[in-house]
């Protein structure tokens, strides 16, 4: 398909496992973000990448969480000894530039719980 | 009080109504969009904004950088609009190019 995907689409844990999600964005976008959307809460800025450049990676919650982008293209973020408050909605979205002014197209997610 | 505000919170109409949702922030923003999320959590971007008016359908936003608020109307609502409709800032200075404020949504619910 032409959009982005995302995997597993749904993630069952326990407290203390590590778990890996995966975004596959659309083809020759260079940008790349990961956002978080908890039960009842709004959506929250995670990592972004652009290209070659460093990531920006002010929003992650803690040093348990970091994200890696092999070749420019598919993105992992990992989550180490999970805990519950991870559990969350994680959403991936790709665009053409990375200006912020480009049009996002997000990914279905992954739903995250952590038991 | 987060940089990005919506108003309402939620917000019931009948099918057919004219609908405004509000966003507000409080720094300076090089970008807003809009975005709609669905029942089942998809996202779908709506618009991206720098300045003036965009239309797309029975969609509009309008954005007033001077008075740092931007509008999403719906014309001739139907039961389909119905998602929560939220607005994101691409805030100036010091955010990166990426990071996007977010909204805390708006519930709509178009009855038939």
């Known amino acids: 398909g032409a959009g982005v995907s995302q995997s597993p689409s749904n993630k069952v844990t326990e407290k203390g496992k590590d778990v890996e999600l995966r975004c596959d964005p659309i083809?020759?976008?260079?940008?790349l973000y990961w956002y978080r959307q908890s039960l009842g809460q709004g959506l929250e800025f995670l990592i972004y990448?652009?290209?070659?450049?460093?990531?920006?990676k002010s929003g992650l919650p803690s040093d348990r969480f970091s994200a890696e982008r092999t070749g420019g293209s598919v993105s992992t973020l990992t989550i180490q000894r999970t805990q519950q408050e991870d559990s969350a909605v994680y959403l991936c979205?790709?665009?053409?530039?990375?200006?912020?002014?480009?049009?996002?197209?997000f990914g279905p997610g992954t739903r995250l719980t952590v038991l | 009080k987060n940089e990005v505000e919506q108003s309402p919170q939620n917000l019931t109409a009948q099918e057919g109504e004219f609908i405004t949702i509000n966003c507000s922030y409080s720094?300076?923003?090089?970008?807003l969009h809009w975005l709609q999320q669905h029942p089942g959590g998809g996202i779908v971007s709506l618009f991206m904004?720098?300045?003036g008016k965009k239309k797309h359908g029975r969609l509009i936003a309008t954005i007033n950088i001077q008075e740092k608020h931007s509008s999403l109307h719906i014309t001739a609502s139907h039961p389909r609009d119905s998602a929560v409709y939220i607005c994101?800032?691409?805030?100036?200075?010091?955010?990166?190019?990426?990071?996007?404020?977010f909204g805390k949504g708006t519930k709509l619910s178009v009855k038939p």
């Open positions: 979205a790709s665009s053409w530039g990375g200006t912020g002014q480009n049009e996002q197209f």
């Open positions: 083809s020759g976008h260079t940008a």
């Open positions: 990448f652009q290209g070659n450049s460093a990531p920006d």
């Open positions: 720094v300076g923003i090089s970008a």
């Open positions: 904004l720098s300045s």
């Open positions: 994101a800032a691409l805030i100036l200075p010091g955010g990166s190019q990426g990071n996007l404020i």
